[in-house]
């Protein structure tokens, strides 16, 4: 059974990365199945990021960190708070009952 099961997934990974190969067509020359030469010109060129950028991206993650981290601690207060009154309207009622 185990066997089967490896022969399958071996199958089914072999077809995606076929698959993947083939959509890349333009990027690569295929030369069969599992072989293929990457071609001498890049396809896709990456800039650096300047110090300036590289600054402003994590003012804006760190703002997002405090923003969510305000949130948080916001909505634990709110339902400690809620459940503390709601805790205490029950011994009100229970002190009222009896």
């Given amino acids: ?3 089967g099961l490896g022969f399958i997934l071996d199958a089914n990974n072999r077809m995606m990365n076929n698959r993947a190969l083939l959509n ?3 990027s690569f020359n295929i030369q069969s199945a599992n072989k293929f030469i990457q071609p001498s010109g890049r396809k896709y060129t990456f800039k ?7 600054t402003k991206i994590r003012t804006q993650i760190q703002q997002e960190q405090l923003e969510e981290r305000k949130r948080t601690l916001l909505l634990i ?3 400690t708070a809620a459940s503390l009154l709601l805790f ?4 009100e009622f229970l002190n009222f009952i009896f």
Avoid: I, N
């Avoid at 650096?48 to 590289?54: E, Y």
């Avoid at 205490?88 to 011994?91: K, Q, T």
């Fill in 48 to 54: 650096k990021l300047s110090a300036l950028g590289s």
């Fill in 24 to 26: 890349r067509g333009g």
């Fill in 77 to 79: 207060t709110l339902s």
């Fill in 1 to 3: 059974m185990a066997s």
């Fill in 88 to 91: 205490w309207g029950g011994y």
